[in-house]
């Protein structure tokens, strides 16, 4: 508890030093590094766990669901992709890969989409910026495609999974294309029409052109946390592939290491692609002149663009306004200079 409380009080230290955000934790973090340091008989803890993200319950599709509806259901759909899960079969990897694929594709007409409705809105200072997400969205969904292939060569039929990542990214797809197609009850399937929304009854106003893009942006950050994923994808199709090698020529020895690096490699410039469409998507979401701020793009896009994790330091300055940084400045000591010999 000790040491506890010397890095509690640290933490004050540092939020004393901040911008105004963090100053209103200054008092209660004094306060629990000096609770800290007296035995365990308060009545009160000193200080409060956090409690972890929960992942949310799915919400599986059903006919008839308003854009709202379909919204939430996507936003659920990726926080449930982005939560670890139990281990993944192959199938799955196969599974997922295809999904990604998929709602890449569709992602890319929903983002030429609403480019088009724009201008059709005259929101000309907005539209370059959507057609260079539009861009890198169908570049992104070119290397999934890349990935799919890879997958669709290996040996053998690994049935449809039978897991809840699997059922997830199948949710994702049903709804992110009832948001884009014009059939109300669409799914995947060479039947199913594919003719995309009046871009008025996709998007009426700005408004609904930002509060839509939040779902591709969604989506993308989805695919490139499948993406990440690649080691153990690469690793399972490798040995997929060594036991077919080995059960056609037994005499020779069993051997995969080094067959996972194609793999490896295409997962990876999926996910170099789908980060700089993130980032191309979120500034082009900020671009709306004629709308507040988005809390959602430029999250995601600074997630995307600058890694995880970031350096607190680096955090810090990004949330400070010109003002805060100008009055910093300004409070702060000049450097001393050395005497002049």
Same mark, same amino acid.
């Given at each position: 508890?000790? !040491? ?70 996507? /936003?659920? @759909? ?6 670890? !899960? ?20 569709? /992602? ?11 201008? +059709?809105? /005259?929101?000309?200072? @907005? ?24 997958? /669709?060569? *290996? ?33 995947? @399937? ?26 591709? *942006? $969604? ?31 037994? +005499? ?20 170099? $692609? !789908?980060? $700089? ?47 805060? +940084? ?16």
């Amino acid at each position: 508890m000790h !040491g506890l409380a010397e890095h509690i009080a640290m933490a004050a230290h540092l939020a004393q030093r901040g911008i105004s955000t963090p100053r209103a934790a200054i008092n209660p973090l004094r306060r629990a590094a000096a609770l800290s340091r007296v035995p365990n008989n308060l009545k009160t803890d000193p200080i409060a766990t956090i409690p972890f993200r929960t992942t949310p319950a799915r919400l599986p599709p059903h006919p008839g669901e308003s854009p709202s509806d379909l919204l939430t259901g996507i /936003n659920a @759909s990726v926080q449930r992709l982005k939560t670890p !899960g139990s281990p993944v079969t192959v199938a799955t990897w196969r599974y997922l890969a295809t999904a990604a694929a998929i709602t890449s594709d569709i /992602n890319h007409k929903l983002i030429l989409s609403l480019a088009r409705r724009l201008e +059709e809105l /005259n929101e000309n200072r @907005s539209v370059p910026k959507f057609d260079e997400a539009v861009t890198t969205a169908a570049k992104a969904s070119r290397e999934w495609r890349s990935v799919v292939k890879y997958w /669709n060569e *290996l040996p053998g039929y690994f049935g449809h999974p039978d897991s809840a990542a699997a059922t997830d990214a199948s949710d994702l797809i049903i709804r992110l294309g009832r948001l884009v197609y014009r059939d109300p009850d669409w799914r995947p @399937s060479p039947r199913s029409s594919y003719r995309v929304k009046p871009l008025d009854v996709l998007a009426p106003t700005p408004y609904q052109v930002r509060e839509i893009s939040a779902a591709p *942006l $969604k989506v993308l950050d989805a695919c490139n946390t499948i993406a990440r994923d690649r080691r153990l994808a690469s690793n399972d199709a490798a040995i997929v592939w060594a036991i077919e090698k080995y059960n056609q020529t037994p +005499e020779q020895r069993l051997w995969w290491h080094g067959h996972a690096a194609p793999l490896f490699k295409r997962y990876k410039l999926a996910e170099t $692609k !789908g980060t $700089k469409a993130a980032v191309a998507l979120g500034h082009a979401i900020e671009s709306i002149s004629s709308l507040k701020p988005s809390e959602d793009a430029p999250l995601v896009a600074r997630e995307a663009a600058a890694g995880f994790p970031t350096p607190i330091e680096h955090l810090l300055s990004s949330a400070r306004t010109p003002q805060q +940084e100008s009055r910093r400045n300004q409070q702060s000591p000049p450097a001393s200079r050395g005497r002049r010999k």
